[in-house]
């Protein structure tokens, strides 16, 4: 019978033993495996968390201890372990439970965590309410070595390591390598470290020293800078220790003993502990330990062969990368900015064919960093653009109005799954590009329906305007309805029926949604017309002219509501007088995970939901 069906509670695995706990850790794999390889998700990553997370459901006692994970999604064998193994096939799915930590689906989810870097902050707040109420329980927060490249986490390990509090880090090392020059002799040194009676020598010793009268004090600091010495010769790993942190290990993250030991002495030191785990990305399936990159984040797989589960279609993001590398090819100047998002937004072609020039620039989980740094190579004569998804790019605000807008300097951002991003849910969700890059004077923004006008757009955004230009396309494929169509003069086009008093205004590829209510008005004796708007801020002056001329408009639009193109357009329809009735859709919520189609039937962004909201007006 297998262990996963036997357990009772959050805490069954407490009464297992060693040899269980590995089986277990097993089951959990294969579960993993067979779930993501039917809903998608991120397989790599949690393949490689399997044993910390036995180690930390064995040793803290949950919800009274409060776990943080850093990012979220290697969160699975957590959930597992909580209560929702039973609705596990659910993963990601509309209605079913989130990919990520989420603080509303269960009680052992403490914080939600979608964005990399945030969970040494979080930690640490959590621990400072604990101190201030005085209530019990530890805080561990779980951090990959991705996203220890992010800002924030600096931020969190220099508040932590100041504070004195007992937060323990797990530091999940699966790529970078934090701890590259650690030898054969350092690594003894931690297997020794790692065992319980070695602290309980270490406590012993000092203890008894301490108890010497008048001398124990001298002698003890004197041994402490001698093992200081003698650590920094040969145990490089200090980093942290130099921050204010009790240093373990590394320690290997699938051995569950070794973990639990190097655990149980973190709860009992009166620090903050970091515990360095070295793991195995993709650990336990032959494909993703092979190609840890390719099976970070997967829509499905077949489980014998590791083949993928991709569309042969072409997407807005591979159409980026092949127009960005056509026209590198032309202009030496050209470079291309990533933050650790190489493959997802389509800039492995050009890292491969300009990366040897030094043209491609990785910068890590640091789309600061990456804002600043482009608006710098173009100070500097380059014309850099970044790669970077609408949800990520919302870290970099202050940069894209300090650093590229108020310098005036020309950086194109190419913005990858801007609107509906569907099973990932809240926390990746593109709709806040819009009303954020509103604000920001002097800025073009284009918003690409098709392939034709996403390249167009792209040598427009390089040649033919000065300071930030941003170009937003969504996940996936072109709609079909507006394949090959591109907006006349780059700016926008009007579809125009006869005796149409009515229009549609829309823009990205919801305007396929928009273009098919229109169709379905006007053979239902509506005659209506369709603005599509390629160039959404500024909007173009003779498309604005030509909105005047409707009794009846509506604009439709895959952003939030509030700061969207469709309030800035009325208030400038008000402000030259129009008479005409004038009516917004957009997204009033944050949208759970669910696919696209369906979030938008469920706002009123499809085609039926578009006539519909018309027809209105005549009820």
């Given at each position: 019978m297998a262990i996963l069906d036997t357990l009772t509670g959050h805490d069954g695995l407490k009464n297992l033993n060693f040899k269980e706990l590995n089986r277990l850790s097993e089951e959990i794999r294969a579960l993993i495996i067979s779930t993501v390889s039917k809903t998608g998700g991120h397989l790599a990553s949690n393949l490689g968390a399997v044993e910390i997370t036995i180690a930390l459901h064995r040793i803290f006692d949950l919800p009274d201890d409060q776990i943080v994970w850093d990012v979220g999604h290697q969160c699975y064998t957590h959930k597992i372990l909580t209560g929702r193994l039973d609705r596990f096939s659910t993963l990601r799915q509309e209605g079913g439970i989130s990919g990520f930590p989420k603080s509303e689906e269960s009680e052992f989810?403490?914080?939600?965590?979608?964005?990399?870097?945030?969970?040494?902050?979080?930690?640490?707040?959590?621990?400072?309410?604990?101190?201030?109420?005085?209530?019990?329980?530890?805080?561990?927060?779980?951090?990959?070595?991705?996203?220890?490249?992010?800002g924030m986490a600096f931020e969190g390990i220099n508040n932590i390591g100041r504070s004195g509090e007992n937060?323990?880090?797990?530091?999940?090392?699966?790529?970078?390598?934090?701890?590259?020059?650690?030898?054969?002799?350092?690594?003894?040194?931690?297997?020794?470290?790692?065992?319980?009676?070695?602290?309980?020598i270490k406590d012993w010793t000092e203890s008894t020293i301490r108890s010497i009268p008048f001398v124990g004090k001298q002698v003890r600091h004197f041994l402490a800078e001698s093992k200081s010495a003698l650590k920094h010769a040969l145990y490089p790993d200090t980093f942290f220790e130099e921050f204010g942190f009790v240093y373990l290990g590394p320690v290997d993250g699938h051995d569950i003993e070794a973990l639990c030991d190097l655990m149980t002495r973190a709860k009992a030191i009166e620090k903050p502990v970091i515990i360095h785990a070295q793991t195995v990305k993709g650990k336990g399936y032959y494909f993703a330990e092979k190609d840890p990159g390719s099976f970070h984040g997967v829509s499905g797989f077949e489980i014998k062969t590791g083949a993928l589960h991709t569309s042969s279609s072409k997407t807005f993001a591979s159409v980026f990368g092949e127009e960005l590398v056509a026209l590198a090819a032309e202009d030496k100047r050209i470079c291309a900015i990533t933050a650790a998002m190489e493959n997802g937004t389509g800039l492995d072609a050009f890292s491969k064919e300009f990366g040897r020039e030094g043209r491609f620039f990785d910068v890590g989980i640091a789309e600061q960093f990456a804002v600043t740094f482009g608006a710098a190579l173009s100070a500097g004569g380059e014309l850099p653009v970044f790669a970077v998804y609408s949800t990520f790019l919302q870290r970099a605000y202050d940069q894209l109005i300090q650093?590229?807008?108020?310098?005036?300097?020309?950086?194109?951002?190419?913005?990858?799954?801007?609107?509906?991003?569907?099973?990932?849910?809240?926390?990746?969700?593109?709709?806040?590009?819009?009303?954020?890059?509103?604000?920001?004077?002097?800025?073009?923004?284009?918003?690409?329906?098709?392939?034709?006008?996403?390249?167009?757009?792209?040598?427009?955004?390089?040649?033919?305007?000065?300071?930030?230009?941003?170009?937003?396309?969504?996940?996936?494929?072109?709609?079909?309805?507006?394949?090959?169509?591109?907006?006349?003069?780059?700016?926008?086009?009007?579809?125009?029926v006869k005796d149409a008093d009515i229009l549609l205004v829309s823009y990205g590829r919801i305007a396929a949604e928009a273009l098919g209510?229109?169709?379905?008005?006007?053979?239902?004796?509506?005659?209506?017309?369709?603005?599509?708007?390629?160039?959404?801020?500024?909007?173009?002056?003779?498309?604005?002219?030509?909105?005047?001329?409707?009794?009846?408009?509506?604009?439709?639009?895959?952003?939030?509501?509030?700061?969207?193109?469709?309030?800035?357009?009325?208030?400038?329809?008000?402000?030259?007088?129009?008479?005409?009735?004038?009516?917004?859709?957009?997204?009033?919520?944050?949208?759970?995970?669910?696919?696209?189609?369906?979030?938008?039937?469920?706002?009123?962004?499809?085609?039926?939901?578009?006539y519909t909201f018309v027809n209105e007006e005549d009820s």
């Open positions: 989810d403490s914080f939600i965590s979608g964005h990399a870097s945030t969970a040494l902050a979080v930690a640490y707040g959590i621990c400072k309410a604990k101190t201030r109420q005085g209530r019990p329980g530890h805080v561990v927060a779980v951090v990959g070595d991705g996203a220890m490249t992010g937060i323990i880090v797990i530091l999940n090392d699966n790529d970078m390598s934090i701890s590259k020059s650690v030898g054969a002799f350092s690594r003894y040194l931690s297997v020794i470290r790692s065992k319980p009676g070695y602290f309980r650093d590229a807008t108020i310098e005036k300097r020309h950086l194109v951002l190419a913005i990858d799954r801007a609107g509906i991003v569907g099973d990932d849910g809240e926390t990746h969700q593109g709709i806040f590009d819009i009303p954020f890059l509103a604000t920001i004077p002097g800025i073009i923004v284009y918003s690409p329906a098709s392939y034709i006008e996403l390249a167009a757009t792209l040598r427009s955004g390089f040649y033919s305007h000065d300071g930030l230009v941003a170009i937003r396309y969504p996940r996936g494929s072109e709609p079909e309805a507006l394949s090959g169509h591109c907006a006349d003069g780059l700016s926008y086009d009007i579809s125009q209510a229109a169709q379905r008005l006007t053979a239902a004796g509506t005659p209506t017309d369709l603005l599509r708007l390629n160039r959404v801020i500024p909007i173009d002056e003779k498309a604005i002219d030509s909105i005047l001329g409707y009794k009846r408009v509506f604009f439709i639009e895959e952003s939030y509501i509030n700061g969207s193109i469709g309030q800035s357009l009325a208030a400038t329809l008000l402000e030259r007088g129009y008479t005409g009735r004038y009516r917004h859709r957009a997204i009033t919520i944050i949208p759970p995970q669910g696919s696209p189609t369906s979030v938008f039937a469920k706002t009123g962004l499809d085609s039926e939901g578009i």
